[in-house]
Each structure stands twice: as structure tokens, then as C-alpha cells.
């Protein structure tokens, strides 16, 4: 354990500050590793963050001070542990499983580790955990570290004002839980974002394409990208360089965008009335719908006085995404998925399972585990198997959707607009709109409810391989707007 004269308030330490006493000789990255090991061990049995931890950190951690020592710094987050989502491959000599949250790929071996995750130990040489889902029979269900009340059941589009999100909720949960300063997850239809704004952190999705998700496992190859989730807007642009492919690196790197002001932005904003989750997407508490909707148009107000640029727009309704009548945009990830699992269960060695109707059979035969009450369907992979839309089908609806999110959608408000970003409440469907397009989405926090606690914040929308306008967003907001940690020790 750390002396006192030599510790840190994990709750509130960015990767920047970690940094900055690395490079003093304050602490080393064997004492961050320890603290973060320390917090997982006194926190996770409520939490339940984490899935599964490097065995070896320790030892990388020591590598890592050696070469500090010797004068060789590989970067920012050299020596800073970070947190992955347990959907990204790791290499097998790390001790641990990537199982996506299924008991069923416990074991498994994948011919290789992520090229994320080679790059992550390039500049990290460790990475502290592996993240579970929301809910995942793996790791069970995932606790917000701000609310004083339980998640006990699912919701869908993670609705309840107790829900801590998608399913990169462990790598937000554990960031905000002091496990480490920064995480990486995956994003199809806002499993970064909405994790990232509930647990009062900055969190970006990158461009579709401009990440390479060799080693992933994949919901929708297509669809699928990276995001990362930060305590401040500077470590988000760091991990940016990691994530990012180089061809797609802006000039002097994304750290060049946190200019800290709003100045030379034009921004568009959202009425919160309009686009909330509806009611039927989730249960909704009254009191909060009103302090959501209240706190939203206040921080527009401020924005207003402190001199940004904004106006009222609209934008296209998420719901021609999904229509009742005809096929929409989860028919096409069900399409994706039936190939693209298939492909990467086809490459494992030593796994239980070799194909997806496997794993609803090993589901089935391990209900009590895979499908407990509360969570007893497995209709995403049902349904997937049943899938049989045609070649011809899949290419119109893929380009329909495309139009509606790019010309009709985003790209139509900002045009019309003359605007560079359009800003709404992130406690909304805005993620299938930036998924629908292949769009970067950025959320940062705003504000905690009143009866519970659990944080809430913005959500910014641009086009496409512009998050280097989100990156200015986020470090304007961050100077007005201060998040703050959660009581991890109040009685829950």
C-alpha cells in the first residue's frame, strides 16, 4: 500500500496527473497498479466491474519503472494502467479470457490479441482488467458507484434512472471507481456513451473505419468502432492517439483541438422535450424527467452568457431508424452478426463453442447461469439464426439507413445550419443516429439527480471524422462545468 505522503485520490487522479508524479518521482506505476488492484478488491463485490485482471501487471508495471528510470518514456500513458472491454482480444500470456460476458468462450483461445491491444501494452505495457457488460453471466450485474439504489432487472436502451448503461459499463463504471484513470470500450449503438455520461465522465466514438478492430468480437463488423472514456477532456485526446489509426491522426495530434474555448465554434441545440428516451423505452421517474429537462436548458443558458455561439435546430427523428412497419437498423446488425460471430467463434481454438447456434444450446443447457430470472431470453441470437434476408434486401437497407443518418440526418442539420456540432441531452436515442451514419458522438457530464444520484450529461453529434470538433467542445465544457467523484463508501 502506499504511504501517505505518497497517495492519490483515484476518484479524482486523470492519467494527465498519474503523469505528471511519474515524472517527478512522486510514485511509480507499481503503486498505481496496487492502488487499482486495492480499489477493485474493496469495491468490485458490489460493483462488479471487472471480469478478470492481468496476473502479470505487477511485473510489466516494474518494466515499465526500469525504462522511466533509464530515460525512456514511450508516451503520455506510459506506465498508467488501463481498462479494456472484455470484447477485445488479449494475448494469452496475460492470464486472461475474453469472453464478451459468456461463460461459454471461458477457455477459448483466439489465434491472435487485438492490434488495439498490442498497441495499448506499446504504450501502457499492461492493460488492469477486463470489463464486463451491463449484465453478463461472467461477472453478473454492474452497479452504478454514484447511485444509492440497485439495478435488479434489464431494461431496454438501459432506461432506468438506476441503469449504468451499455455494455462497455464496466470500463465507465470502473474509471469512475478509481480501478484506473482511462477505458477502452466498443461502440455499436451508444455502449460508450451512455455508460460514459452516467458515471460523470468524457466519452468519445470514434469515425466507423478509422480504427483497426482486428481481434474484436464483433456485434456488427460494419457498424462496430472504438471509443474511449475519460475524467478529463486531455486524457480522452491521449488514448485518441492510441485508438485512431495513423492514417486518420490530424496533424500534430489531437491534443492540438483542446484550445479550452468556445470561440469559433457554431453550435446547434436540441429541445430536451423532444428527445429524451420515450417513455416506452424506458421507466421513466417524473421527478427526474423534469430535473433532466430543466438542467439541460439552463446549461444551454450558460452556454449563451458565456459568449458561445448556439441556436435552436432540429434534426431528423431516430425512430425512421427503427419503423414498426418495415426492416430498420437492428435487422441489419442481426444480418452482421450471423456472419461476423460465426467468423470469429470459426478461429478459436480450445473453446467449448465453434458456432453461434452452440452457444444458444450451451445457453439453454446452462440456464441457471446463462439465463437466470430476469434475463431469461436470448432473442438478439435467436433471432439472428432465424435471420434470411437477401443480399439485394441488406444493400437498400443499408443505404436507406446511411441517407438517414448522413444527408437527411446529421449532415442536413449542420449544412442547414450552418453549424459545426449539434449538442442534446445524452439520456437519449442520439446514438442511433451516430451509429446509423458511422459518425464520431462524444458525451460530457452536466449534473447528478436529485432522489439517486446518478449523474446525467450532453451528448454532441458532427460529422464524419470530425472529433476534433468534439475534442474543443469537451475542453471548453470542462473549464465551466466541473464533474465531481462518487461516495464510494455511502450505505447502499
Known amino acids: 500500500m502506499l504511504s501517505s505522503h505518497r497517495s492519490f485520490d483515484p476518484l479524482t487522479a486523470t492519467a494527465a496527473d498519474l503523469q505528471e508524479m511519474l515524472s517527478k518521482r512522486m510514485l511509480t506505476s507499481v503503486d498505481f497498479v496496487e492502488r487499482s488492484f486495492a480499489q477493485m478488491d474493496k469495491y468490485d463485490v458490489y460493483l462488479k466491474a471487472i471480469i478478470s485482471r492481468a496476473p502479470k501487471a505487477i511485473k510489466v508495471a516494474k518494466k515499465l519503472d526500469i525504462e522511466r528510470k533509464h530515460g525512456h518514456v514511450r508516451g503520455p500513458l506510459h506506465g498508467i494502467p488501463i481498462l479494456v472491454k472484455d470484447n477485445i482480444v488479449t494475448d494469452a500470456r496475460w492470464g486472461m479470457d475474453t469472453t464478451a460476458g459468456s461463460c461459454a468462450l471461458k477457455g477459448s483461445r483466439p489465434p491472435d490479441s487485438a492490434t488495439l491491444f498490442t498497441r495499448c501494452s506499446q504504450f501502457n505495457a499492461f492493460r488492469g482488467s477486463d470489463l464486463p457488460p451491463g449484465w453478463s453471466a461472467a461477472g453478473g450485474q454492474t452497479q452504478s458507484a454514484y447511485t444509492c439504489g440497485n439495478v435488479e432487472r434489464p431494461t431496454l436502451v438501459s432506461g432506468t434512472a438506476y441503469n449504468p448503461g451499455g455494455s462497455s459499463t464496466g470500463s465507465a463504471v470502473g474509471v469512475s471507481a478509481g480501478y484506473a484513470a482511462t477505458a477502452i470500450g466498443t461502440d455499436t449503438t451508444g455502449s460508450v456513451n451512455i455508460p460514459s455520461t452516467r458515471a460523470a465522465l468524457y466519452g468519445i466514438r470514434v469515425t466507423t473505419g478509422t480504427s483497426d478492430m482486428a481481434g474484436i468480437i464483433p456485434f456488427s463488423a460494419r457498424f462496430d468502432t472504438l471509443g474511449v472514456m475519460a475524467k478529463s477532456p486531455l486524457d480522452v485526446a491521449n488514448l485518441l492517439e492510441v485508438i485512431v489509426d495513423n492514417a486518420f491522426l490530424p496533424p500534430g495530434g489531437h491534443r492540438n483541438s483542446l484550445s479550452g474555448t468556445w470561440k469559433g465554434l457554431r453550435i446547434g441545440v436540441l429541445s430536451p422535450n423532444k428527445w429524451f428516451i420515450p417513455a416506452s423505452f424506458s421507466r421513466p421517474n417524473p421527478g427526474a424527467r423534469a430535473q433532466l429537462d430543466r438542467e439541460t436548458?439552463?446549461?444551454?443558458?450558460?452556454?449563451?452568457?458565456?459568449?458561445?455561439?448556439?441556436?435552436?435546430?432540429?434534426?431528423?427523428?431516430?425512430?425512421?431508424?427503427?419503423?414498426?412497419?418495415?426492416y430498420g437498423l437492428f435487422d441489419l446488425f442481426a444480418a452482421d452478426f450471423r456472419?461476423?460471430?460465426?467468423?470469429?467463434?470459426?478461429?478459436?481454438?480450445?473453446?467449448?463453442?465453434?458456432?453461434?447456434?452452440?452457444?444458444?444450446?450451451?445457453?439453454e443447457h446452462h440456464a441457471s447461469l446463462e439465463l437466470p430470472p430476469g434475463y431469461e431470453n436470448q432473442d438478439l441470437s435467436t433471432v439472428t439464426l432465424k435471420n434470411n434476408m437477401s443480399a439485394d434486401t441488406y444493400r437498400m437497407l443499408l443505404a436507406k439507413m446511411r441517407e438517414v443518418g448522413r444527408e437527411l440526418g446529421i449532415d442536413k442539420t449542420l449544412h442547414d445550419n450552418s453549424i459545426?456540432?449539434?449538442?442534446?441531452?445524452?439520456?437519449?436515442?442520439?446514438?442511433?443516429?451516430?451509429?446509423?451514419?458511422?459518425?464520431?458522438?462524444?458525451?460530457?457530464?452536466?449534473?447528478?439527480?436529485?432522489?439517486?444520484?446518478?449523474?446525467?450529461?450532453?451528448?454532441?453529434?458532427?460529422?464524419?471524422?470530425?472529433?476534433?470538433?468534439?475534442?474543443?467542445?469537451?475542453?471548453?465544457?470542462?473549464?465551466?462545468?466541473?464533474?465531481?467523484?462518487?461516495?464510494?463508501?455511502?450505505?447502499?
Not at 458532427?462 to 450505505?491: G, I, Y
Request: net charge negative; glycine share 4%.
Open 297 to 326: 436548458l439552463a446549461a444551454y443558458y450558460k452556454l449563451h452568457r458565456l459568449g458561445a455561439n448556439i441556436q435552436d435546430v432540429d434534426l431528423i427523428s431516430w425512430e425512421q431508424l427503427v419503423p414498426s412497419d418495415n
Open 339 to 363: 456472419t461476423d460471430i460465426q467468423t470469429y467463434l470459426a478461429n478459436l481454438t480450445d473453446s467449448k463453442v465453434q458456432t453461434l447456434a452452440d452457444i444458444v444450446k450451451f445457453n
Open 420 to 492: 459545426d456540432v449539434i449538442i442534446g441531452p445524452a439520456d437519449s436515442a442520439f446514438s442511433l443516429l451516430a451509429c446509423a451514419a458511422g459518425y464520431p458522438s462524444a458525451t460530457f457530464p452536466l449534473s447528478y439527480l436529485d432522489f439517486n444520484g446518478r449523474p446525467f450529461g450532453l451528448f454532441a453529434l458532427t460529422s464524419k471524422r470530425m472529433e476534433a470538433t468534439l475534442l474543443q467542445v469537451m475542453s471548453a465544457w470542462e473549464k465551466d462545468f466541473p464533474r465531481h467523484p462518487p461516495n464510494l463508501d455511502v450505505e447502499r
